[in-house]
Antibody
Framework: EVQLKESGPGLVQPSQTLSLTCTVSGFSLTDYSVHWVRQPPGKGLEWMGVMWSGGSTAYNSALKSRLSISRDTSKSQVFLKMNSLQTEDTAIYYC???????????WGQGVMVTVSS | IQLTQSPSLLSASVGDRVTLSCKGSQNINNYLAWYQQKLGEAPKLLIY???SLQTGIPSRFSGSGSGTDYTLTISSLHSEDLATYYCYQYNNGLTFGSGTKLEIK
């Protein structure tokens, strides 16, 4: 069974760095790409970036200067780090699986991150 | 590519045929998907590549379109279809529409 699960702190202070982990099961990170998508409360979806199955990354140009995505294939984990957080970064953060065609077929449950002092 | 969904809010009755629209700022070349998001849940893939139904999705959902204009149709609305629907293009960059909230009368 394919599963993705996000984990990380629920609260981050402004200007600090967000670190999230996506732990996957039921598939290999070397066979499938994993994307991060976020959703501010009551708003729409925003693509953030991707860890391609081959190990390279791509980022939303609006976030590129603050965002880093990495992985540990041995642990089936993909990591998101974003620095200089502001209140507008408050959102539900999802990791999603890409079946190789640039859309998303499985999603994690999401993790709510609040940026506040 | 920017995606414009209309209407932003749609109210319909059980059994109605419902049509949701998604228009791109440029040609999407059929690389368009539709997602359903119920309150408090992660989005779910309904349709990919304009009209391919994802495994396990009821056949009352269908997609169509070409160029810049795409449509999601629910042939007979069920009460459990209450949700917000997002279109998503993956032809040039990766972007979502702003969503259509579907209410049941």
């Amino acid at each position: 069974e394919v599963q993705l699960k996000e984990s990380g702190p629920g609260l981050v202070q402004p200007s600090q760095t967000l670190s999230l982990t996506c732990t996957v099961s039921g598939f290999s990170l070397t066979d499938y790409s994993v994307h991060w998508v976020r959703q501010p409360p009551g708003k729409g979806l925003e693509w953030m970036g991707v860890m391609w199955s081959g190990g390279s990354t791509a980022y939303n140009s609006a976030l590129k200067s603050r965002l880093s995505i990495s992985r540990d294939t041995s642990k089936s984990q993909v990591f998101l780090k974003m620095n200089s957080l502001q209140t507008e970064d408050t959102a539900i953060y999802y990791c999603t699986r890409d079946p190789g065609r640039y859309y998303f077929d499985y999603w994690g449950q999401g993790v709510m991150v609040t940026v506040s002092s | 590519i920017q995606l414009t969904q209309s209407p932003s809010l749609l109210s319909a009755s059980v059994g109605d045929r419902v049509t949701l629209s998604c228009k791109g700022s440029q040609n999407i070349n059929n690389y368009l998907a539709w997602y359903q998001q119920k309150l408090g849940e992660a989005p779910k893939l309904l349709i990919y590549k304009t009209n391919s139904l994802q495994t396990g999705i009821p056949s009352r959902f269908s997609g169509s379109g070409s160029g810049t204009d795409y449509t999601l149709t629910i042939s007979s609305l069920h009460s459990e279809d209450l949700a917000t629907y997002y279109c998503y293009q993956y032809n040039n960059g990766l972007t979502f529409g702003s969503g259509t909230k579907l209410e049941i009368k």
